[in-house]
């Protein structure tokens, strides 16, 4: 359900009528919905319900079988390989399950890595890294390397990378999932900040608490499709 | 079907690639060490094998009948150490005219005997029978094949001696004559040497044949011994040009064979490292360490036994055509030069056990991991490697996709050094080969740089059925210098000879005119200036035991000549000295030129100049020489497919690095994707991760091909290349070598490189 102000809002992401098949398997059946700027919606789910193949069409990572996948006015069908990859460098920040960190750099090289692909400079991009490790509190542990991080630091570290390029759009995969419960309590606290300074999110999790807690609506899905869409209360 | 085979078959299922990688490997060393083993068994053992069969003489020895009676001589054979003997035979020297049974005039030596067979050199009969009665004569045939029956019943006429008729041809591993006819006949001939043929117990070197027959001539008068040649001189003659490519061929079979260990060493380890989730879920099913490291020789054993026998298949097609280049023009007699069957015994044993070996080392890994800790690697984080070098490079002003790429070879330094001594041998053998080719082709240009056209010309003789020259070879001289486009004009003459203190005859070539462009191929010494000198081929001088300094007797027409080596040629026949045209007059004053090479003045029309010389004398033959070497073309030839090989298999090595860095680092691959990589990124960061070690593995391979280059140029017998001919590298050249290891290194990263570029990065994010 959204508001009047909601509506007037910008439609960050638009999906119409997407099919994805795998051979004979149907991942996503004739699923549409709209994300606008500043939402924060959760994607729950049973198991190979679809949830991630629908973030990996919103990220750009995966091609629809049929259908239209529009971010930020982008139409991603149409967009090639490097196309969705300037796309994904410009308007989306992700966060994973593991983390997917560089084992060979630091935290800060992590961090900056995102911005040195567009060709920022190594200074101004370990200087915007700084900030954000800072903005995220654990500037003191930037020259660590991910082995000797806990798994807390390891996600606010990717949520720093993910933020690095100022993205339109944060997609989180069950950000909190390899977390125990206080990390995975302090990272659900950074999105909802995140979101509280207009941060668009889609949290794709199997997490009702992560989804109560940090989205303001939900999608839940079943074999492929929306199954049902509903508002959520702010808990925090 | 054993638990083992069934893991094994499903690992190289899943390495296709790596399993075709390492096939391929194994089949190009397979067939550059056969052909190497293949060029040295073909060396020695048809000689070897032809000469025992016709129990050939150790030594061949003339004695002077004056001094030595034949009840003397037949004595010898008696004395310790001498196995076997045959003799005394009558032998005598005739001089035959020109183009006798297609032969050059001059010396021929010829020996009279009762029969082919006996205890020592036995004779085989190619075409026809025996010389039995007077008039007849049986030739020797030198070279494979026979002349055919249509040769028998030719009627030679030697000067000053009744003519012969030819009733057989026949062939001896032991050169004994160069013909042989009845005693009966050979006593009307007046013989003037007598022949022994011995057999010695003790016969491996120089040495000890020179022991046998001094032990064996004891008891004879002083200097009843006239001269005795050597089998051991024979075999070095026999396998000279074979030898000359041996070193090479050697030297590329020993790089295929280190190029084929690091691959599968490289192989092997990678799939250990990248597989240790693998390994760890098959000790846990129950699979003892053994079976664990039986697993993966198996999975290596497969495509190399495989690629071992395609290499031997190949290797033996192609042996056929190189040893008929490396044994052309020999005189091989009775000698089947074949590929001979152990070289692939040796390889097909041998190239399994070698890559068994290979494997066994980085497999050992695999016996000693533990499950638990092997099922944990991948999901932890790895602590990395050469982080202080990666931070400087993210600092840097590179573009990230090339600091990120030049910093992942210190991830896995170990697996970064064996690519980089792959990129090393392939370098290595690139710069050989450049090395060869430039000195083969100054080698192929010698004598001929000013690119001025060269005519022959040979003059026309009855005893081939065409006309004659007019006038005298003088004349002929004048006409070819004064045709329009003349510019030098070369006289030769071509004879047999006899040498003091050898038995076989040896070709003798008499120059007058212009012979600059044959003193350019002096490597040592001067070209002949006057009468009493000569000038010979290292193979020659080699082969005949003289040196630069040296005085030789030759003798022709029953007269003899001094004559001092005063130079040595940069190549030549072995058979064949060259000298001037003052000697041959000494030898024989009425001797006539038979060939003429004429150089053009620059500009000058070949095929104009060919047609006036036609049109002045008819009986001349003018044809435009190629400047093309057969030689060159060879070495060039082989040297360029072994490096296409090497360079191949170089850059697979380079290739099979990067497919492991990409399979492992696909996480990270997924991850800089999703947040924006683009694939030209993804490939310049692949491709760079393999450009240090290019251009490192470039300048650590050049010295070792430098100095490869040097043993090969050094230890080419029948060739003795200038110290300019060696002197080949300059500064632009070895600045092209750096960037061939960064060739081989882009080459064979590339693939991989294309493949992490459209790596799916919802699936590999997904199987997170």
């Known amino acids: ?224 499709r929306v199954a049902r869409e509903s508002t959520l209360e702010p808990t925090a | 079907m054993s638990a083992v085979w069934r893991a094994s078959r ?18 190009c060393s397979t067939t550059t060490v056969l052909l190497a083993l293949g060029l040295l068994a073909a060396a020695s053992a048809p000689f070897d094998r032809a000469f025992d069969e016709q129990r050939g003489a150790h030594t061949v020895a003339a004695f002077d009948p004056a001094k030595a009676s034949p009840e003397q001589l037949v004595r010898t054979a008696r004395r310790p150490g001498v196995e076997a003997a045959a003799g005394p035979f009558g032998q005598t ?113 120089e040495r000890e044949l020179r022991t046998g027959l001094t032990t064996a001539t004891a008891g004879l008068p002083a200097g009843s011994l006239g001269t005795a040649q050597s089998y051991l001189t024979l075999k070095r003659a026999f396998s000279a040009q074979a030898d000359a490519y041996l070193p090479f061929m050697t030297l590329f079979g ?40 039986a697993v993966y020789l198996t999975m290596v054993s497969v495509p190399a036994l495989i690629g071992c026998v395609l290499g031997v298949v190949s290797g033996n097609a192609v042996a056929g055509p190189l040893l008929r280049v490396a044994f052309s023009g020999v005189e091989t007699g009775s000698a089947s030069v074949g590929v001979s069957r152990w070289p692939s015994v040796v390889c097909l044993l041998g190239m399994p056990a070698l890559v068994a070996v290979a494997a066994l080392i980085p497999a050992a890994r695999a016996h ?16 990395g490697r050469g982080l202080r070098v990666q931070r400087r490079l993210g600092g840097s002003r590179l573009p990230r996709a090339v600091s990120l790429g030049m910093g992942q070879p210190l991830a896995r330094p170990a697996r970064s050094l064996l690519t980089m001594a792959a990129i090393v041998l392939g370098v290595t053998t690139v710069t050989l080969t450049t090395g060869l080719t430039s000195t083969m082709v100054a080698y192929g240009q010698a004598g001929k740089s000013d690119g001025a056209p060269r005519i022959d010309v040979q003059a026309g003789s009855s005893a081939r059925g065409r006309t004659a020259p007019a006038g005298s070879d003088r004349r002929t001289e004048r006409l070819l210098r004064s045709l329009p486009g003349a510019d030098q004009v070369t006289v030769r003459a071509l004879t047999k000879v006899s040498l003091g203190g050898h038995t076989q005859t040896v070709f003798a070539n008499f120059y007058r005119g212009d012979t600059r462009a044959l003193a350019s191929e002096i490597v040592e010494g001067r070209w002949p200036a006057g009468a009493g000198e000569a000038a010979a081929g290292p193979a020659f001088l080699h082969q005949h035991g ?63 100049y060919i047609a006036a010389v036609k049109a002045a004398d008819p009986s001349l033959r003018a044809a435009l020489l190629r400047s093309d070497n057969a030689a060159t073309t060879t070495v060039v030839g082989f040297a360029s497919v072994f490096t296409v090989l090497l360079t191949v298999v170089a850059a697979l090595g380079v290739f099979n690095t990067v497919l492991l860095n990409v399979r492992e680092r696909r996480r990270d691959l997924g991850m800089l994707k999703s947040i924006g990589m683009t694939p030209r990124q993804v490939t310049v960061m692949t491709v760079s991760s393999v450009m240090v070690p290019g251009v490192i593995g470039g300048l650590l391979g050049i010295p070792p091909g430098i100095v490869a280059h040097r043993l090969v140029v050094d230890h080419v017998g029948v060739v003795a290349f200038p110290e300019s001919m060696k002197q080949v590298w300059h500064l632009p050249q070895l600045a092209a070598l750096v960037v061939a290891g960064v060739t081989i290194a882009v080459l064979g990263a590339l693939v991989p490189a294309r493949s992490a570029a459209r790596l799916t990065i919802a699936k590999v994010l997904h199987n997170e």
């Open chain 2, 10 to 27: 499903a690992a190289v299922k899943r390495r296709r690639l790596q399993t075709f990688v390492i096939g391929l490997v194994v089949l």
């Open chain 2, 368 to 383: 000693r991991l533990s499950a638990a800790r092997a099922i944990a690697a991948g999901s932890a984080p790895r602590t």
């Open chain 2, 254 to 293: 020993v790089l295929g064979l280190l190029v084929s260990v690091l691959i599968v060493g490289n192989v092997v380890s990678g799939a250990v490292v990248s597989g240790h989730r693998h390994i760890g879920v098959l000790k846990s099913l129950g699979f003892t360490p053994n079976q664990v490291v």
């Open chain 2, 546 to 608: 003289v040196s630069v300094g040296d005085r030789v007797t030759v003798r022709l027409n029953g007269k003899e000549a001094p004559v001092t080596i005063v130079g040595k040629t940069m190549e030549g026949n072995a058979q064949a000295l060259e000298s001037t045209w003052q000697t041959l007059f000494r030898l024989d004053p009425t001797a006539q030129a038979a060939e003429y090479t004429v150089r053009l003045a620059p500009g000058a029309d070949a095929r104009k």
């Open chain 2, 93 to 205: 020297v005739l001089e035959m005219p020109d183009d006798w049974l297609w032969m050059s005039a001059g010396s021929l030596g010829v020996v009279g005997r009762a029969d082919p067979n006996g205890p020592v050199d036995r004779i085989r009969l190619l075409e026809g029978r025996w010389a039995t009665a007077p008039g007849e004569i049986v030739v020797n045939w030198p070279v494979d094949g026979t002349p055919g029956p249509g040769r028998l019943g030719t009627r030679l006429e030697p000067r000053g001696a009744p003519p012969l008729t030819v009733v057989g041809f026949a062939t001896s591993m032991s050169k004994s004559a160069g013909a042989w006819v009845s005693p009966e006949q050979m006593a009307r001939m007046h013989p003037t040497t007598a022949q022994m043929l011995y057999r010695f117990t003790n016969a491996a070197t």
């Open chain 1, 1 to 224: 359900m959204t508001t009047d102000s909601d509506s007037s809002r910008q439609v960050v992401v638009r999906l119409e009528g997407v099919h994805k098949d795998y051979g004979d398997a149907k991942a996503l059946d004739g699923v549409s919905l709209e994300i606008r700027a500043g939402e924060a919606v959760a994607v729950m789910g049973p198991s190979g319900c679809g949830k991630s193949t629908l973030l990996n069409m919103v990220a750009g990572l995966d091609r629809p079988t049929s259908g239209t996948v529009r971010v930020h006015g982008e139409d991603l069908g149409r967009l090639n390989e490097t196309g969705l990859a300037l796309f994904r460098r410009r308007h989306v920040g992700m966060i994973f399950q593991f983390f997917n960190l560089i084992d060979d750099l630091p935290a800060l090289d992590n961090v900056a890595l995102a911005a040195q692909l567009t060709g920022t400079s190594a200074r101004q991009a370990r200087r915007r890294a700084l900030e954000l490790l800072d903005e995220l509190g654990i500037a003191g542990r930037k020259d660590t390397y991910p082995a000797a991080l806990s798994g807390g630091e390891r996600q606010r570290v990717a949520v720093a990378r993910a933020l690095m390029n100022r993205p339109a759009l944060l997609l989180a995969d069950e950000p909190t999932g390899a977390l125990d419960s206080r990390s995975g309590e302090q990272v659900m606290d950074l999105l909802i900040d995140l979101n509280q300074i207009g941060q668009t999110l889609l949290i794709v999790t199997h997490d009702p608490h992560l989804a109560t807690r940090c989205a303001s609506r939900l999608i839940e899905v079943a074999d492929g």
